[in-house]
C-alpha cells in the first residue's frame, strides 16, 4: 500500500460523501469539458454510484450523450506545508492534500427520474414542514417548466484513486510539528488539514 493511499474503503466513502460538490468531466471529442455540480454518492452492494443533476443544452451536456465515459472528481482540504518545521528543514517543501477520483459511465435520466433527483436533492437541504422552500410547496407548473431545462443523471463508478497526502511519511515528531504548523496558520484549508492528521484514521 503507497504511503498516500489506504485499504479502508470505508474511509474512501466517507471522503466522497462528505465533498460531493464535485468536478465533473467528460470529453467532446476535441476538448475535456467539465462542470461542478453536487452528487449523491450511493453504495448498493459492491456497486459505488453517483446521483445528480446538470443544465441541458451546454458544453458538457451535450459530450455526456456523445461519450458517457466521465470522471468524477472529490477535492478535500489542502494546505502547503513549510519544510522550516521539520526537523531537517534543508529540503523541499510540500503540500498535503485529500482527493478521490472516479471513473465510470454517466445515464442521463428522463424527466420524471429527473423529478424524483430534484425532489430529493430539495428536501435534503430545505426542510418539508418548516422551509418555505420545500419542494412540496412549489407550483406544480413552475417544477415542470423548470424541469426542461436540466437532466438528471446516474453514474456507475468502475474504477476508483484516491491519494489522501498527510506527511505519513514523515516521522511521529516531524508530523507533531506539522500539525502544529498547520494549526496556527489562519486558512480553514490548513487546519482541516490538521484534523485529519490528528485524527490517525489514514494508515
Same mark, same amino acid.
Given at each position: ?18 465533498n ?90 428522463? +424527466? !420524471?427520474?429527473?423529478? /424524483?433527483?430534484? @425532489?430529493? *436533492?430539495? %428536501?435534503?437541504? &430545505?426542510?418539508? #414542514?418548516?422551509?418555505? =422552500? ?10 415542470q ?18 491519494v489522501?497526502?498527510?506527511? +505519513? !511519511?514523515?516521522?511521529? /515528531?516531524?508530523? @507533531?510539528r *506539522?500539525? %502544529?504548523?498547520? &494549526?496556527?496558520? #489562519?486558512?480553514?484549508? =490548513?487546519?482541516q ?11
Amino acid at each position: 500500500m503507497p504511503y498516500f493511499a489506504t485499504d479502508q474503503q470505508d474511509v474512501v466513502l466517507e471522503f466522497m460523501q462528505k465533498n460531493a460538490f464535485i468536478t465533473l468531466v467528460g470529453f467532446d471529442g476535441t476538448f475535456p469539458v467539465s462542470t461542478q455540480v453536487p452528487v449523491k454518492v450511493v453504495k448498493t452492494g459492491n456497486d459505488l454510484s453517483l446521483i445528480g443533476h446538470i443544465m441541458n443544452k451546454t458544453d458538457h451536456h451535450v459530450a455526456f450523450k456523445q461519450n458517457p465515459n466521465v470522471l468524477a472528481i472529490f477535492t478535500g482540504p489542502h494546505a502547503y506545508v513549510s519544510a522550516s518545521v521539520y526537523e531537517q528543514p534543508a529540503v523541499a517543501s510540500t503540500w498535503n492534500y485529500m482527493t478521490v477520483q472516479a471513473k465510470g459511465i454517466i445515464r442521463l435520466m428522463d +424527466q !420524471n427520474e429527473t423529478y /424524483e433527483v430534484i @425532489k430529493e *436533492i430539495t %428536501n435534503k437541504y &430545505e426542510h418539508p #414542514e418548516r422551509s418555505p =422552500a420545500a419542494f412540496h410547496k412549489m407550483d406544480e407548473e413552475y417544477i415542470q417548466k423548470n424541469l426542461k431545462a436540466i437532466s438528471g443523471f446516474e453514474i456507475k463508478i468502475l474504477k476508483l484513486d484516491h491519494v489522501f497526502k498527510l506527511s +505519513q !511519511n514523515h516521522s511521529p /515528531e516531524n508530523q @507533531k510539528r *506539522i500539525i %502544529n504548523y498547520l &494549526e496556527q496558520e #489562519e486558512e480553514a484549508g =490548513a487546519k482541516q488539514v490538521a484534523k485529519e492528521m490528528k485524527g490517525k484514521r489514514i494508515k
